[in-house]
């Protein structure tokens, strides 16, 4: 898996996935409000179960899963970025507090920081 240079000073460890076939809705062309971060995930979490997870709110455009450098294990946050705002909203307003293996999974929207 490969970490992309920006998501590297982010998440020095993260596994960047892009989904899906190549087209003009890449992740550095989509709106930041398309993006959801995903935290409390179970370790044992991959790629397919957060696909098979959140594929039904709208078309992933790309998951960014954080891991542990030496033991690639999860560390229990994701980042899923969805073609377009809406979809993200409802996977936010369907996913926010409901529990995925026993751990409640929390999302949010991220946000610009000003300058």
């Known amino acids: 898996m490969a970490t992309s240079s ?4 982010l998440l020095p460890s993260s596994s960047s996935r892009p989904i899906g076939s190549a087209s003009q809705d890449s992740p550095c062309r989509l709106p930041l409000a398309s993006r959801i ?3 409390n995930l179970p370790y044992s ?3 397919a ?4 997870l959140f594929s039904k709110f709208g078309q992933i455009v790309e998951i960014k899963l954080a891991r542990e450098e030496e033991t ?3 560390k229990g946050y994701a980042f899923i970025q969805y073609s ?4 993200a ?4 307003e369907e996913m926010d507090r409901k529990f995925c293996r026993d751990l409640k ?3 949010s929207m991220l946000k610009l920081q000003s300058p």
């Open 6 to 9: 920006v998501s590297s000073n």
């Open 72 to 74: 690639w294990r999860s």
């Open 105 to 107: 999974v929390g999302l």
């Open 84 to 87: 377009s705002q809406e979809q």
């Open 37 to 39: 971060f995903v935290r």
């Open 45 to 47: 979490t991959g790629e």
């Open 89 to 92: 909203v409802l996977a936010l």
């Open 49 to 52: 179960t957060l696909i098979k």
